[in-house]
T-cell receptor, first 112, second 115 residues
Framework: GENVEQHPSTLSVQEGDSAVIKCTYSDSASNYFPWYKQELGKRPQLIIDIRSNVGEKKDQRIAVTLNKTAKHFSLHITETQPEDSAVYFCAAPDTGGFKTIFGAGTRLFVKA | EAGVAQSPRYKIIEKRQSVAFWCNPISGHATLYWYQQILGQGPKLLIQ????????DSQLPKDRFSAERLKGVDSTLKIQPAKLEDSAVYLC?????????????FGPGTRLLVL
């Protein structure tokens, strides 16, 4: 949607714990929700995405869940490792469906 | 596969000067994006091209920013004159086609500092 809100802005976890980042969107017609990881000084890279026809998608330690009724989707990282430390961005389409709107980002710190 | 290339990687200029950034997308990618990423924020789309046509430039400050993709491949983004608030990382990205479902591949970015 035109507005994508992401929480929390900062998250600190102990190595091995789980981390959850949540995003809400405003356009109920939105149908594609990617998550990007950006390490310090590097480019954003797609880590997982979900389309509106499924409620959950998993890839090893990373999973994304989608609640279309509530218009929110979440990134779940299990068994966190120090190399998971980065800024994570969620994104969703704008009303027209051509443009991608990014959340403000969540800075994840994984303490060894 | 070669990724998205950008140059320069860093640029320092004084306010009111001009600057230009260059982007070479992944071969075969029809859609090219320029984003502005201010420190601590998510990328903000400035302009989106489909081949050499503009799909969206609604957030491009057209009084000072311009971009072109003349042959539908490489693109340049220009700022003239620069302001202090233009200090940011300028990210170029490309995707196979246009549409928010398309995976975007980002370049390394150009870090601009305006003094």
């Amino acid at each position: 949607g035109e507005n994508v809100e992401q929480h929390p802005s900062t998250l600190s976890v102990q190595e091995g714990d789980s981390a959850v980042i949540k995003c809400t969107y405003s356009d109920s017609a939105s149908n594609y929700f990617p998550w990007y990881k950006q390490e310090l000084g590097k480019r954003p890279q797609l880590i997982i995405d979900i389309r509106s026809n499924v409620g959950e998608k998993k890839d090893q330690r990373i999973a994304v869940t989608l609640n279309k009724t509530a218009k929110h989707f979440s990134l779940h990282i299990t068994e966190t490792q120090p190399e998971d430390s980065a800024v994570y961005f969620c994104a969703a389409p704008d009303t027209g469906g051509f443009k991608t709107i990014f959340g403000a980002g969540t800075r994840l710190f994984v303490k060894a | 596969e070669a990724g998205v290339a950008q140059s320069p990687r860093y640029k320092i200029i004084e306010k009111r000067q001009s600057v230009a950034f260059w982007c070479n997308p992944i071969s075969g990618h029809a859609t090219l994006y320029w984003y502005q990423q201010i420190l601590g924020q998510g990328p903000k789309l400035l302009i989106q091209f489909q081949n050499n046509g503009v799909v969206d430039d609604s957030q491009l400050p057209k009084d000072r920013f311009s971009a072109e993709r003349l042959k539908g491949v490489d693109s340049t983004l220009k700022i003239q004159p620069a302001k202090l608030e233009d200090s940011a990382v300028y990210l170029c990205a490309s995707s196979l086609a246009t549409g928010s479902r398309e995976t975007q591949y980002f370049g390394p970015g150009t870090r601009l500092l305006v003094l």
